[in-house]
Nanobody, 125 residues
């Protein structure tokens, strides 16, 4: 069974940066697409970014393009999300997620089979 654990969340001022990490255990995720989602208070969970198995293809939701960068290190079984120029509206619990073997990029949370417990990101004004 795959287990995903996020880290790196915290409190930052608007305009600042944070780097989130997702560590996987249980099996290698080198052949799976992965993604980041977030859920703000009172709102549904939404797609943030996704990355294919090799890291060569990425996809972002419009609101984070140019500010966030997703990457992965298959040798370490980890995925990261570098978040720059943070805004108060980026405040949310951030979740990492993984799809099944030989999977492609996806932005729908129903396409992901494994989830982390989430890490809180709070951006103050």
């Amino acid at each position: 069974q795959v287990q995903l654990v996020e880290s790196g969340g915290g409190l930052v001022q608007a305009g600042g940066s944070l780097s989130l990490s997702c560590a996987a255990s249980g099996r290698s995720l080198r052949n799976t697409a992965m993604g980041w989602f977030r859920q703000a208070p009172g709102r549904e969970r939404e797609f943030v970014a996704a990355i294919n198995w090799s890291g060569g293809i990425t996809y972002y939701t419009d609101s984070v393009k140019g500010r966030f960068s997703i990457s992965r290190d298959n040798a370490k079984n980890t995925m990261s999300l570098q978040m720059n120029s943070l805004r108060p509206e980026d405040t949310a619990v951030y979740y990492c997620a993984a799809r099944g073997l030989l999977s492609n990029l996806a932005r729908s949370e129903t396409e992901y089979t494994h989830w982390g417990q989430g890490t809180q990101v709070t951006v103050s004004t």
